[in-house]
C-alpha cells in the first residue's frame, strides 16, 4: 500500500452547507488521501477444477467495469499482468494481480461559517475609507 501523491488533494473539502441561526455553516475537513494498494490473489481448492473454476469467477468479478464497494465508497479496480514465467510454477494457474485505488479520510468534519457577503474597501492611505469599495455577494 502507497500514496498515490498526483490523486491526493491539498485543499479542505466542504459539504453538508445548511441555515444555522442567521449564518450559513458547512462541514469542512482535510482532503482524502488517495491510496494504490496491491494484491495478489491465488484460490485454492482441493481440486484444480474447483480451483479454476473459483479463479474464473474472481477474474470476472474484476474484470467487469463496476468500482469495488469499499466503506461506502466505491473504488477503482485494474488487473495487472502477471509477471514473467521465470517468476510462477509451471502447470499451476497464475495468480491475479490487482490494483485498487482507493481513498481514506484523514480527519473529523467541522463546522465552519461559510462566507456570504464580502466587502473590499481600497483607497490611499490619506483618503477617507469610503473612496472605492467592491461588495461581492455569494
Given at each position: 500500500m502507497r500514496e498515490d501523491l498526483s490523486l491526493?488533494?491539498?485543499?479542505?473539502?466542504?459539504?453538508s452547507f445548511r441555515q444555522r441561526g442567521g449564518q450559513v455553516v458547512c462541514s469542512v475537513r482535510e482532503p482524502a488521501r488517495a491510496y494504490l494498494v496491491d494484491y495478489q490473489i491465488m484460490p485454492v481448492a482441493?481440486?484444480?477444477?474447483?480451483d479454476l473454476f473459483l479463479r474464473d469467477?474472481?477474474?470476472?468479478?474484476?474484470?467487469?467495469d463496476l468500482p469495488l464497494p469499499i466503506n461506502g465508497a466505491f473504488?477503482?479496480?485494474?488487473?495487472?499482468?502477471?509477471?514473467?514465467?521465470v517468476f510462477r510454477q509451471i502447470a499451476q494457474p497464475a495468480s491475479i494481480y490487482v490494483r485498487i485505488h482507493t481513498s481514506l479520510e484523514t480527519a473529523?468534519?467541522?463546522?465552519?461559517?461559510w462566507v456570504r457577503r464580502m466587502t473590499v474597501t481600497?483607497?490611499?492611505v490619506a483618503t477617507p475609507a469610503d473612496a472605492e469599495q467592491i461588495v461581492?455577494?455569494?
Open positions: 491526493t488533494s491539498c485543499e479542505p473539502q466542504r459539504d482441493p481440486d484444480r477444477g474447483q469467477l474472481v477474474a470476472l468479478r474484476l474484470s467487469l473504488a477503482t479496480v485494474h488487473i495487472l499482468p502477471p509477471p514473467a514465467l473529523a468534519r467541522r463546522e465552519q461559517v481600497a483607497a490611499p461581492v455577494d455569494l
